[in-house]
C-alpha cells in the first residue's frame, strides 16, 4: 500500500526553468493537497483540491498552477521558477475535506526542490 | 480562526512522559482539536483528535479542559523515535482545508 506518492524527490531547477511535481494517492481519497515547508517553519497551503474537477487556492498560491488530473493525481507546476520557490513540497491527500472529523490528512514524503 | 499558541522546543529524556501543551483561546463551539506529527524528512502524520474531555490511543493521549481554551498532547514514556515535531490545529469543519503553525520540536535525548 503505496498510500501517497510523489516524485521526483529530489529536483535542482535554474530560474526561470518550469517544471511539475506528481503526486499521487491510491487510497481513493476525494481531496488533495500541495504544501510547501520552507526550513524550520511550518507548513503553508498552496493549492488544493476539495474533489475531483475543483481547485481552489490555498495561502501561498502566487507562482504555482494545479491539475487534478482525475481522482487518483495531483500535479503542481512551477512555471518560471524563482529562488523563493526554494522549499519542501508536500501533497497530500483525505477521505473528505480534512475539517471534517476522521478524515486525516494523509502525506507523501515530500519534493525537496532547490531553485539556483 | 482560532489562533494556537505552542512551545517552539522542547527537551526530554528517554523513558519520561511528555507533555505539549497548546493554547487557543478562541476555540468556538463547533471547532475541534488534532495534532500532527512530522519526522525529520517525512511528510507530517495524524496522531490524535478530539472535541472535549480525553482521547487515548495507541500513540498519545489528549487532554482537553471543560472550557477548551487549551489542550495537552501526552506521550508516554518517550523514546528516541519520538523526537520529531508536533503541530496542535484547531480545525473548524467550515472550512476545507487545515492551516498548520510552527509546531513544537520535541528532542529526546538517551
Known amino acids: 500500500n503505496a498510500g501517497v506518492t510523489q516524485t521526483p524527490k529530489f529536483q535542482v531547477l535554474k530560474t526561470g526553468q518550469s517544471m511539475t511535481l506528481q503526486c499521487a494517492q491510491d487510497?481513493?481519497?476525494?481531496?488533495m493537497y500541495w504544501y510547501r515547508q520552507d526550513p524550520g517553519m511550518g507548513l503553508r497551503l498552496i493549492y488544493y483540491?476539495?474533489?475531483?474537477?475543483?481547485?481552489d487556492k490555498g495561502e501561498v498560491p502566487n507562482g504555482y498552477n494545479v491539475s487534478r488530473l482525475n481522482k487518483r493525481e495531483f500535479s503542481l507546476r512551477l512555471e518560471s521558477a524563482a529562488p523563493s520557490q526554494t522549499s519542501v513540497y508536500f501533497c497530500?491527500?483525505?477521505?473528505?475535506?480534512?475539517?471534517?472529523?476522521?478524515?486525516?490528512?494523509?502525506f507523501g514524503n515530500g519534493t525537496r526542490l532547490t531553485v539556483t | 480562526l482560532a489562533k494556537t499558541t505552542q512551545p517552539i522546543s522542547m527537551d526530554s529524556y528517554e523513558g519520561q512522559e511528555v507533555n505539549i501543551t497548546c493554547s487557543h483561546n478562541?476555540?468556538?463551539?463547533?471547532?475541534?482539536i488534532t495534532w500532527y506529527q512530522q519526522f525529520p524528512s517525512q511528510g507530517p502524520r495524524f496522531i490524535i483528535q478530539?472535541?472535549?474531555t480525553k482521547v487515548t490511543n495507541e500513540v498519545a493521549s489528549l487532554f482537553i479542559p471543560a472550557d477548551r481554551k487549551s489542550s495537552t498532547l501526552s506521550l508516554p514514556r518517550v523514546s528516541l523515535s519520538d523526537t520529531a515535531v508536533y503541530y496542535c490545529?484547531?480545525?473548524?469543519?467550515?472550512?476545507?482545508?487545515?492551516?498548520f503553525g510552527s509546531g513544537t520540536r520535541l528532542q529526546v535525548q538517551p
Open positions: 490545529l484547531v480545525v473548524n469543519t467550515g472550512r476545507r482545508a487545515l492551516t
Open positions: 478562541n476555540i468556538a463551539t463547533n471547532d475541534y
Open positions: 478530539g472535541y472535549k
Open positions: 483540491s476539495a474533489s475531483e474537477g475543483t481547485t
Open positions: 487510497m481513493n481519497h476525494n481531496s
Open positions: 497530500a491527500s483525505s477521505p473528505s475535506i480534512p475539517t471534517v472529523p476522521n478524515s486525516p490528512l494523509h
